[in-house]
Structure formats: C-alpha cells, structure tokens
C-alpha cells in the first residue's frame, strides 16, 4: 500500500491518506485518528493497517492525488535520518577519484547522519544556498522507514522492523563535506533530504527489494542501477544500526547512493539554480524538486 502526507487546498494542516482506487483516502475515514505518519507508524496496530489496505471506507471522503499538495511522507523526522556512504562499489570508485579520503576502512559501513528541519516534497524546490555552497551535488538513494523500536536486531530478524520504503535525494554540498572530517554540516543544510513521493510498504517488495534506481538532471540520466548492488544489506545496516543503539519507530535510513553524480563527472558537474532533479525507483515512484 502506498502511504501519502499531503495538504488539501486551503488546508493549514496536514493530513495523512492511502492511495486507495487511484484516490487519497484520508485515514480518518477509516476511523484512525493518526494526524501524522509519525504517529501512525508508532501507533498503528496490524489490523488497522489491514483496513487501510483493503477495508471498506466512504468514497466520498477521497479526493484525487492531483488536487492536493503532495508534502515528504515524513515532513518532519522524530531523528537525524541515518545514512550509508559509499554502498554502491561503482560510487565508493567514483567518490575516491574525486577525493581520496572518501573511503570505508577494512570493508566496514560508512555512516553518517543528516539534520533534517523539515524535509521538501515531491515539487518542492532545493535551496542553492549559493552563500554557503558552490558544489552541490546530488544522491538518489532507497530509504528505509523502520516501523518499530529496534535494538540489538539480528540479521535474521531484520525484515521484520521494516514499515516500507520511500525516494530521498542525499543532497551534498561537497566542499563543506570535504572540508570537514565529518560529512554532518554538507549534508544538512536545510533543504537537503527532499523525500517522497510515498511511503510503500513492506508487503509490497520482496526482501531485500530489488529495484530499479534512477536520478536524471534536467532529463539527462545520470544514475541508473539496482538496489540489489548494495554493498552492505538491508538486514545488515540495520542489524549493525541497532546494536547498543535504540532506532525509534519511523526511523529514516538512507542506504546509499549509485554512481553518477555530479562529483564523479569526467569534468565534476554540479546543481545550480534552475536545475530540475527527478529521483526515481521502482514500484514507488517520481520525487523531482528544482533548485532555486
């Protein structure tokens, strides 16, 4: 099933809908009182997301996907969403001929984590942030939402703390991420975790989804690949994410990013203003934002 934050015209506050017979269905027609997807993540019991799916509601409470304002299906992260550097071996390649420092040690996960505000939707616009920045750069990536409170989680048991899986673009301003040891400060400026277009659920994939991953600029095709070239798994980022540390429900993991990116360019080939990015995966949809 897929799962939307939206607005309606007018609306000042957000609502949280399925898709249901191509239209938005707000969870209130279901009698769930959920006013965010934090909040139905966290809350919602096996059966209630059973009548999201498939249980009867009143048609007239849906509304049309086109007629509303499509927000981040998380607009507001509960935590700093969790991220992997370098899982894809083409991108690990490309990320080391640009700087040599960007590389895993021994074999082991890069992790790092970005500052989310508020997080941009689906025709949303990416700050340039032209005063701070001069190499922004972008990263189609596969995150994962984890439905429940995950701690010292075995591999094995993995797929089971999965809630479904949204697009987000890793935007990076590569020179503050170089400048630094740490990647925190160029990858969270604000603006810089655009997500959506939905939440699908686990149900829908298999484990682990093999998808099809894709970022074109401006209609060019930058990033073309497969989540199933992850270096380091699913069940194993979050296996290794919960030992010792508590993953909250609605956790949001970024699991990497192909290569293709701006910095990876023959000549590196950053965003500017007016660039139109289009992140795409398969079975879960288009997240294009411009930047402005």
């Known amino acids: 099933m897929k799962l939307y934050t939206y ?41 209630e997301l059973k009548a999201l799916a498939s249980g009867a509601f009143d ?24 991220c992997l550097g370098l899982n894809y071996m083409a991108h690990a390649n490309e990320a080391r001929s640009f700087n040599a420092a960007l590389a895993s ?9 970005k500052r989310v505000n508020w997080a941009p939707g689906d ?13 922004l750069d ?12 995950a701690k010292n989680v075995t591999m094995e048991d993995a797929k089971d703390y999965v809630f479904g ?6 935007v990076t301003a590569r020179d503050l991420q170089n400048r630094h040891v740490q990647w925190y400060f160029g990858k969270s400026l604000d603006g810089f975790t655009p997500m959506g277009p939905c939440i699908v659920t686990a149900d829908e994939f ?29 069940a194993k980022i979050i296996s290794q994410f919960s030992q010792g540390v508590t993953l909250k429900a609605g956790t949001i993991i970024a699991t990497g990013t192909p290569k293709g990116v701006g910095m990876g ?15 795409e995966i398969e079975g879960i949809g288009k997240l294009t934002n411009t930047i402005v």
């Open 265 to 279: 360019m023959a000549t590196p080939t950053f965003l500017k203003k007016g660039d139109v990015v289009t992140c």
């Open 138 to 149: 972008y990263e189609v990536e596969l995150a994962v939402i984890i439905g429940r409170d």
């Open 165 to 170: 899986y949204t697009v987000l673009n890793d």
């Open 206 to 234: 298999a484990f682990p989804p093999a998808l099809h991953i894709s970022c074109a600029v401006n209609g060019e095709v930058r990033q073309d690949a497969n989540t199933n070239m992850l270096i380091h798994s699913i």
């Open 7 to 47: 607005k309606r015209t007018g609306q000042s506050s957000p609502e949280v809908g399925v898709l249901r017979d191509g239209k938005l269905v707000p969870v209130a027609a279901f009698g769930l009182k959920y006013a965010t997807m934090n909040e139905l993540i966290r809350g919602a019991s096996p059966e």
């Open 59 to 82: 048609a007239s409470a849906a509304v049309a996907l086109e007629s509303v304002k499509l927000l981040a299906p998380i607009p507001e992260p509960a935590q700093d969403v969790l």
């Open 123 to 135: 025709g949303d616009g990416i700050p340039a942030h032209e005063d701070v920045t001069g190499q």
């Open 105 to 113: 040690k021994e074999g082991w996960p890069v992790y790092f984590s």
